[in-house]
């Protein structure tokens, strides 16, 4: 009996390495690391006068470079809100991440953690107001939204690694990960706009790759620095065009169209108002709460990000599957050379928004993100 029950659980363990192979894995990519700090300012602390200097501002890097160094431009991933550079390390059930996927492919690795965040620097009463995310958010908007069905596509979300709720190890891990974060994208905004431009003043050009929160921080930044960037890869940036969508309430957001903060247009603008809008009837659905603005036409032109190829990468189950159209009409309109993958299109599926961390993640990267990166980037 036992030598029966030993040979059924070999055969199962058999049928299941049989399986899970056509998931793509990686071995470790030998390399060095290295981390340092950019954009610090000293500052009096809160109360004082002179004398008691304190330090703001400065983003925490992360550089890794493989030992074979075969491609011509580093990489450089801003992380999304809540999160930190840890996201692209390792995911939360301890599978190689992004960041040794593409060392594995030749690639120097920048990784920074967002001022204000993680390990940069918070200073009390010097650095605004934070949040956190709590974990009913975080498990109806990323890890399990196909329990709560906020948005219909959440049904189809098929690749969070566990079951994607409090309790599931894997969950645990990466909430305990997530950090408090700046509560106004205002000023993280101009934060990570003098730090990170700072950053790539040192070790541009790059390929910059965002998430989320930070999709408008490449907008920012590829306007700042357009010449040290030479393409953005936005995963599901944040959207759509000047109002929030899906989550009520569907507040106004996003002045300047894409950011928070000023960008350049031509015909340049002085106030966001000048940046005359319309609501585009075929790219919104009120019935899951997407209202999408275009600007009435001729467009102002985004004139220094008009020489950046970008990609916008969406995935089949999260909630920007329902606007992250209106947001890449909005940069074609304004004359960025953009594509848009939907995940689903070239035949992968079940995605959510923290697509790089699941279970396919790898996937992604290949088949989206390298492939991008090898047709678009010329040395
Ligand atoms: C504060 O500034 C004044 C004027 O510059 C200077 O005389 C004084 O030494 C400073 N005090 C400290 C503690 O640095
Ligand atoms: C580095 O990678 C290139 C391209 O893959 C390969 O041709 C070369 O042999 C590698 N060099 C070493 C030292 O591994
Ligand atoms: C920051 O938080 C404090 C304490 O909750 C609150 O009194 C203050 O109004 C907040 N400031 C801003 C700018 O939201
Ligand atoms: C997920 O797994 C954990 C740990 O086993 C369990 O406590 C929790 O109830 C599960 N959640 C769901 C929705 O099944
Ligand atoms: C709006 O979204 C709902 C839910 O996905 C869908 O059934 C409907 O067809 C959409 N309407 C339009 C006009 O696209």
């Known amino acids: 009996?036992?030598?029966?029950?030993?040979?059924?659980?070999?055969?199962l363990s058999l049928l299941?390495?049989?399986t899970s192979v056509q998931t793509k894995s990686i071995q470790g990519t030998l390399h060095r690391r290295n981390y340092f700090y950019v954009g610090e300012h000293y500052v009096n602390a809160p109360g004082t006068d002179n004398g008691t200097e304190i330090a703001f501002g400065q983003v925490y890097v992360e550089h890794l470079v493989p030992a074979n160094v075969t491609q011509p431009f580093p990489i450089l991933f801003i992380h999304g809100n809540g999160m930190t550079a840890t996201n692209f390390?390792?995911?939360p059930d301890g599978r190689l991440g992004w960041a040794d996927y593409f060392m594995s492919q030749g690639f120097e690795i920048y990784l920074v953690d967002q001022p204000s965040r993680g390990r940069s620097a918070w200073q009390i009463g010097v650095d605004g107001n934070q949040s956190a995310f709590n974990v009913a958010l975080v498990e109806s908007r990323f890890t399990a939204p196909q329990l709560f069905n906020l948005w219909p596509q959440a049904a189809l979300h098929t690749q969070w690694p566990g079951n994607g709720t409090a309790g599931d190890p894997v969950f645990d891990d990466f909430y305990a990960s997530m950090m408090p974060s700046l509560t106004s994208d205002e000023e993280s905004s101009i934060k990570v706009k003098a730090a990170v431009g700072k950053l790539l003043d040192d070790i541009g050009p790059v390929i910059l790759l965002t998430h989320s929160q930070s999709g408008q921080f490449g907008w920012i930044l590829g306007d700042f620095r357009p010449a040290l960037i030479k393409t953005i890869i936005a995963l599901e940036p944040i959207g759509p065009p000047f109002i929030n969508a899906v989550f009520p309430p569907l507040t106004p957001a996003r002045p300047f169209g894409l950011t928070e903060?000023?960008?350049?247009?031509?015909?340049?603008?002085?106030?966001?108002?000048d940046l005359h809008k319309q609501i585009n009837p075929s790219l919104s659905n009120s019935s899951v709460g997407v209202t999408c603005f275009q600007?009435?036409?001729p467009a102002r032109q985004m004139v220094n990000l008009v020489g950046i190829p970008t990609l916008v990468v969406t995935s089949q189950a999260s909630y920007h599957t329902d606007y992250d159209d209106c947001t890449v009409a909005y940069l074609q309109q304004a004359g960025v050379p953009v594509t848009h993958v939907r995940l689903e299109d070239v035949?992968?599926?079940?995605n959510g928004h923290m697509m790089f961390m699941e279970k396919n993640g790898l996937d992604i990267a290949e088949d989206v993100v390298l492939e991008w990166i090898q047709k678009t980037v010329q040395c």
Do not use: A, E, H, K
């Not at 903060?261 to 108002?273: N, V």
């Open 16 to 18: 299941f390495l049989l």
């Open 261 to 273: 903060i000023p960008i350049t247009y031509s015909p340049p603008i002085t106030t966001s108002s």
């Open 1 to 11: 009996m036992f030598r029966v029950v030993t040979s059924l659980v070999l055969v």
């Open 347 to 350: 035949g992968i599926f079940g």
């Open 89 to 91: 390390l390792n995911t």
């Open 295 to 297: 600007q009435t036409s």
